[in-house]
């Protein structure tokens, strides 16, 4: 059996639950939406889109005001388009009135970590934005390791250097716990370009951005988790993926998407 393309996320799902994995990546169980991963899906887009504006009619003496109306333009467009996936998760009107602000709240604080490094940069409005502006939403596919993984912006420092940033919505802060999607995130630029990056890191869009350097060891670790993985699911059989029941089996406001099928022994 060929080895399957594995992804950060793949890889998380299978050291969280084996069985997990199974119903996921093998079975291929489609799974409803869940606001989290909509919501997510739409501040994505949002920072995606934010910089192919036009900046043709914006000075540094208005910027930041046009900016704020931009973003919140950008996010009611998203917002409309995701509705579909919206209805699926029966939201109330106050819930969606909730999120909505929420979000904007998310991507207001991210705008203003952005203003405060455009005006540290020399040059017209126009200029600054450019230097700024990241390749964002970069599929990276390896043959050599059968992985593959989406960068959401790879910025130039300027100098040549190179840094990954992934953009997080979650409340939890801990930038350890993203350590290993940003490795493999490392490697495949590396696998790509002969190039290791200098930093990469998680904008959390509830809080501040967070940085590691980029080592060998990282590297190393990305590769061994990613051999881990495909070694361990080379079959198909179910009985080569077992239940791994804890906390992330249901919890105060919700229940693994596969609860239903796989429930643990209470």
Request: hydrophobic share 35%; charged share 25%.
């Amino acid at each position: 059996m060929p080895k399957r393309v594995q992804s950060p996320s793949s890889i998380k799902t299978y050291n969280q639950c084996p069985r997990k994995y199974y119903y996921t990546y093998i079975l291929e169980i489609e799974t409803p939406p869940n606001i989290h991963q909509v919501r997510g899906n739409i501040a994505h887009s949002v920072l995606e889109h934010f910089f192919d504006i036009d900046t043709g009619t914006i000075f540094m003496e208005n910027y930041e005001l046009h900016l704020k109306l931009v973003v919140q333009q950008l996010l009611l467009k998203e917002w409309q388009y995701a509705k579909p996936k919206l209805n699926k998760i029966e939201l109330t009107h106050d819930q969606q009135i909730f999120y909505f602000e929420e979000t904007l709240t998310m991507l207001f604080n991210w705008l203003e970590s952005f203003c405060a490094k455009l005006s540290k940069q020399k040059g017209t409005f126009q200029e600054r934005f450019k230097h700024l502006t990241p390749e964002r939403e970069q599929l990276f596919i390896s043959e050599k390791y059968n992985a593959k993984g989406i960068i959401d912006a790879i910025e130039n420092q300027g100098d040549g250097t190179i840094r990954l940033m992934d953009y997080k919505t979650s409340s939890n802060e801990n930038l350890n716990e993203h350590l290993l999607q940003l490795a493999i995130y490392c490697l495949l630029y590396f696998d790509k370009n002969g190039q290791m990056p200098k930093q990469a890191g998680v904008y959390f869009l509830k809080g501040k951005e967070a940085l590691i350097d980029v080592d060998e060891k990282l590297l190393e670790m990305a590769k061994k988790e990613i051999e881990h993985v495909h070694s361990a699911t080379e079959t198909a059989d179910v009985n080569h993926y077992p239940k791994d029941p804890g906390p992330l089996c249901k919890w105060s406001s919700g229940h693994c998407a596969f609860y239903d099928i796989c429930r643990p022994h209470e």
